[in-house]
């Protein structure tokens, strides 16, 4: 399973690229304003330099401000202009789904975002989406479980060979990720901390020191 991490933030990126864990990044309009951008020149050149983090295989998912669909399309070419490792992350509305399917018949890479439900997502893989993103978190804080919401888009992709790969978005805690890692999806894209929390467990660190002392004790 894919790691791809869910920020805008260049010295997080490269903290999870030194850690050995990157394989994509996503942003979104909420994560892009946190960072010292201003306008949509710098923002662009912000993207640029995410670019230039990663690998030849890895993306990033940058998303339209617009709604409608000839500023979508005028949007989204420009994101897409700036570098060939930019999928343009658009939004699950009639309008974004026209905009998919543009884009497919352009070969341009899109992740349909903000998919709540198997009906969302069907209407994603038939647009031709690269990527669709459920938001397992926003469920859960519903009551709905995110996590269900997944196994069953895989089924539904499965059942017609849908080419369109799922990223589950979202990500709150470390069960999100190792439940999507049994489900086999094809990524996930979580804050960096969510990742450095599967390092943790209890057993570890007490076999860690007690190695350590035991050691230390007979051996000078
Ligand atoms: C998806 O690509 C979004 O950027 C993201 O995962 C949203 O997560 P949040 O619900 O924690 O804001």
Excluded: W
């Amino acid at each position: 399973m894919k790691f791809f991490i869910d920020t805008a933030n260049l010295k997080e990126i490269n903290e999870a690229r030194k850690l050995g864990f990157l394989d994509g990044v996503t942003t979104n309009p909420s994560l892009i304003s946190k960072e010292s951008v201003f306008n949509q020149k710098e923002i662009h050149k912000h993207y640029i330099s995410i670019c230039e983090c990663l690998k030849n295989d890895e993306n990033l998912s940058a998303e339209v401000i617009s709604t409608s669909y000839t500023n979508m399309i005028q949007e989204g070419e420009k994101l897409a202009s700036l570098h060939p490792r930019i999928v343009v992350k658009i939004p699950m509305t009639k309008n974004g789904i026209k905009t998919i399917k543009y884009f497919y018949n352009k070969k341009i890479k899109t992740n349909c975002t903000l998919v709540f439900s198997i009906g969302q997502a069907l209407l994603a893989a038939k647009a031709g989406a690269s990527y669709v993103s459920p938001f397992l978190g926003r469920l859960d804080d519903i009551s709905y479980n995110g996590l269900n919401l997944i196994r069953e888009i895989k089924s539904v992709y499965e059942n017609y060979h849908f080419g369109t790969k799922i990223l589950a978005a979202s990500i709150r805690h470390s069960l999100h990720i190792t439940e999507c890692s049994k489900i086999g999806i094809h990524a996930v894209t979580s804050p960096l901390n969510v990742i450095y929390s599967l390092f943790n467990h209890p057993l570890t660190d007490i076999g860690l020191n007690k190695f350590i002392q035991d050691f230390q004790s007979k051996i000078k």
